[in-house]
């Protein structure tokens, strides 16, 4: 089984020692002709010299060929057996199974292939159950919490108030949230977001982002249940852009994504009245772009960093929750890495003194997305 680790292995055709494949299969059959002639020819000389009936160094020189061939053809069908018993077990299924790597020709390209293979299937088995197992999870808390809000309002536990149908929008917006996170990541794998790029002015496009942040902190803090929800308008938002003038050649919408769950993310892990600061900054290439979003949060250990972009990934934006954090979904950093690959950039976790520094690189209208 992967572990996860990188390995060793050459690319399946690739051919050690400089080119030369001394055991491939056509080296192994031109051996298995070249003995074969010899054999006879010496059977030959042999008859000749000692005047040896010629029926009898036919039969001599059939049995020895016979041998031969016997020999390499099992070295060369055993090998498949093992493969075609390892790829049965992959129809059903058990992606556990894995074909000896002991070979230096041609099936032992086929057997790494094969390994290679198991390991994505085993990869994508593994996600799918736990997409399935948390996806499950997150729709039944605000499924719960909304049922249980409308069984009160229908025995008269509780009275269909304002603060009451609060509690209940909450908990349908939290479900609408999730939906749409969802779809937006089923878009993306399936590769059916176009990207429409244009050209744009970085100061007021990331001012009209953060400002929507700001719009709707007031807004999340009205339909607070009063269950401890806590509001986040004491997190301040601060934009950095040098030069103003700054320009980016990307696709709007998704850098909105982007942007937008970096902010969210940062102010969910903030402390009170801890400040979020987003850079802009021109990047190497023609209107490529470096974007910083920093926060004053606990940080990320190193050694979780690789993990920040996975999906429903909690931890990803430090190793304690601000006080105004209510768990999220854990797919907004999933997004955001994705609208980036999209592009053809890179997002990550870069070193910082405080808190926690997300970098976001996008190589502009060079680009070619994949």
């Known amino acids: 089984m992967s572990d996860g680790r990188p390995t060793a ?67 060369l069908t ?75 309002i229908v025995d008269g536990v509780s009275p269909a108030d304002p603060e009451t149908m609060r509690t209940a929008l909450k908990q349908t917006e939290r479900l609408g949230r999730l939906v749409e996170t969802l779809l937006d990541l089923s878009r993306l794998d399936n590769g059916v977001v176009p990207l429409r790029k244009r050209r744009f002015e ?43 003038e700054l320009t980016a050649h990307a696709d709007p919408e998704r850098i909105h994504q982007v942007v937008a769950n970096l902010i969210d993310n940062a102010v969910k892990h903030s402390p009170a009245h801890g400040r979020v600061v987003v850079k802009a900054r021109r990047g190497t290439l023609p209107e490529s772009l470096e974007l910083e979003v920093l926060d004053e949060g606990p940080g990320i250990p190193r050694s979780e960093w690789h993990r920040v972009f996975e999906r429903f990934n909690r931890g990803g934006a430090g190793t304690s929750k601000g006080p105004g954090s209510d768990g999220g979904t854990g797919l907004g950093l999933a997004i955001a890495s994705w609208a980036v690959d999209l592009h053809g950039g890179r997002i990550g976790v870069a070193e910082s003194e405080r808190g926690c520094r997300i970098l976001v690189t996008l190589p502009g209208e060079t680009s070619v997305p994949s």
Do not use: C
Not at 117 to 132: F, G, P, S
């Open 78 to 152: 055993a090998p498949l057996d093992d493969m075609n018993t390892v790829a049965r077990s992959i129809s059903h299924g058990d992606y556990t199974r894995r074909v000896r790597e002991n070979r230096r020709d041609e099936l032992g390209d086929l057997a790494q292939t094969i390994n290679v293979m198991a390991d994505e299937l085993e990869a994508q088995d593994r996600q799918r159950k736990e997409l399935v197992a948390n996806v499950s999870h997150e729709l039944r808390t605000p499924i719960a919490g909304l049922r249980a809000v409308l069984e009160n």
């Open 9 to 75: 292995r050459r690319s399946p055709g690739e051919e050690p020692w400089g080119g030369v494949r001394p055991f491939s299969i056509k080296t192994k059959l031109g051996g298995l002709v070249v003995i074969s002639v010899l054999i006879t020819t010496g059977l030959s000389m042999i008859a000749v010299h000692t005047k040896t009936e010629l029926r009898f160094i036919t039969v001599f020189s059939m049995i020895a060929t016979l041998l031969i061939t016997q020999f390499v053809a099992h070295s």
């Open 202 to 244: 970085v100061w007021p496009y990331l001012s009209g982002v953060l400002k929507e942040a700001n719009m709707a902190v007031p807004a999340r803090a009205g339909i607070a249940s009063g269950s401890g929800s806590h509001t986040r308008t004491d997190v301040h938002l601060h934009l950095d852009v040098s030069p103003p």
